[in-house]
């Protein structure tokens, strides 16, 4: 089960950056001019989880494999990229095919580095890119009303249900506000998602920051908190530049380089997991001598469909699975002793698996 998190803004805002960052590798071009990357640059990144390697100590593991992450580099976006500006509908449907947008916006100052749009205003820039992935929703669900209202007229129930929510949609786009703000009663959600809009998919804005606003941000990141808490979304202050520093040094030399500029963590470890955070997304454990393993699922998933992220067969051989919760297997030191004191659990199929669960599932050949 993969799931992408893209990586979009207005050119030269430091997405490439960040990216290149993110897989530690200088795979996107970066340069001052826009429109640098044309193809989407795709990265599997690894979610940083302490627990993983505190599993693989205790069970004495041969390797820890951890949970991944996709992050998409898509290419700078213009105003006008809904009527294609700027290459912009190419772009527009890169976005289309990922699952949450994270926002890069400007919030540094530099003479050196052009902005198309002539000055530095992040919160303006996060306004262009919306009302564009707006307007580009309301194009493309305004082509599909035609075919649907003649099959409405042919008592066709679903077009009639699909309808309805298209025309949620559009009162919305039509007063300038994205779709994630419309309120989905429990049997809509999916029909919802499969309209596959961009402007409902979760948001995270990441201020790109210069070195010495990495800490306690500036007047540019006071913008774009006031507006993450008027569009109820997160945001993060980053510099792409101290990241990009970082990935170029050994491990043994992070540690050091991160304590003299008075950081606890690299950024992009808060982006990683605020991206898997905005997913909806937990992480499960299986643990044995070969391999400590984290796995991702959406929050909500139930045992069986848990043990489908690992292989379809044990979803559908499914018997039970044993639970371990990640405090007890820590705190009594392994398996052996949780299942010794009771704290290894047997549970059914309709088991919703918890983050930080170590998972044993059993099931039929």
Not at 142 to 171: F, G, M, P, Q, W
Not at 278 to 291: A, D, H, W
């Amino acid at each position: 089960m993969g799931f992408k998190c893209g990586i979009v803004g207005m050119p030269n805002v430091g997405k490439s950056t960040l990216f290149n960052a993110l897989i530690q590798s200088v795979a996107a071009e970066t340069a001052n001019y826009p429109f640098c990357t044309i193809d989407p640059n795709i990265g599997e990144i690894s979610v940083p989880d302490l627990r993983l390697q505190k599993l693989a100590e205790i069970s004495k593991s041969a390797q820890s494999i951890p949970a991944r992450l996709t992050f998409v580099d898509i290419a700078g976006l213009v105003r006008g990229a809904s009527s294609g500006e700027g290459l912009g509908n190419k772009f527009l449907a890169h976005i289309r095919e990922v699952d949450a947008i994270i926002y890069v916006l400007r919030c540094f100052d530099d003479d050196e580095i052009t902005h198309t749009e002539g000055r530095v205003e992040p919160a303006e820039d996060a306004d262009i890119v919306e009302t564009e992935l707006m307007l580009a929703d309301l194009e493309s669900l305004e082509k599909r009303c035609s075919a649907l209202e003649k099959k409405v007229k042919a008592n066709d129930k679903e077009a009639k249900s699909t309808l309805a929510l298209i025309n949620k949609a559009l009162d919305l786009l039509r007063d300038g506000k994205p779709a994630s703000e419309a309120e989905l009663s429990a049997e809509e959600e999916g029909p919802w998602q499969r309209l596959q809009l961009l402007t409902s998919k979760p948001v995270l804005y990441v201020c790109n920051v210069d070195e010495d606003s990495a800490i306690t941000g500036n007047v540019y990141t006071d913008q774009i908190k006031n507006r993450s808490t008027l569009k109820r979304a997160n945001y993060l202050i980053i510099s792409a530049k101290i990241e990009a520093e970082l990935a170029l040094l050994e491990e043994a030399e992070r540690k050091d380089f991160l304590e003299a500029i008075g950081l606890q963590e690299p950024g992009l470890n808060r982006l990683i997991r605020s991206g898997y955070k905005l997913l909806g997304l937990i992480t499960f454990f299986t643990v044995g001598p070969k391999e400590a393993r984290a796995w991702t699922v959406v929050s909500g998933t139930k045992a069986p469909q848990a043990a489908g992220a690992i292989h379809t067969d044990f979803e559908k051989g499914f018997i039970r699975a044993e639970i371990i919760k990640y405090e007890d297997y820590v705190n009594k030191i392994g398996e052996a002793a949780c299942k010794e004191q009771g704290r290894m659990r047997l549970e059914g199929k309709d088991y919703m698996i918890k983050d930080g669960d170590i998972v044993h599932f059993r099931f039929a050949n």
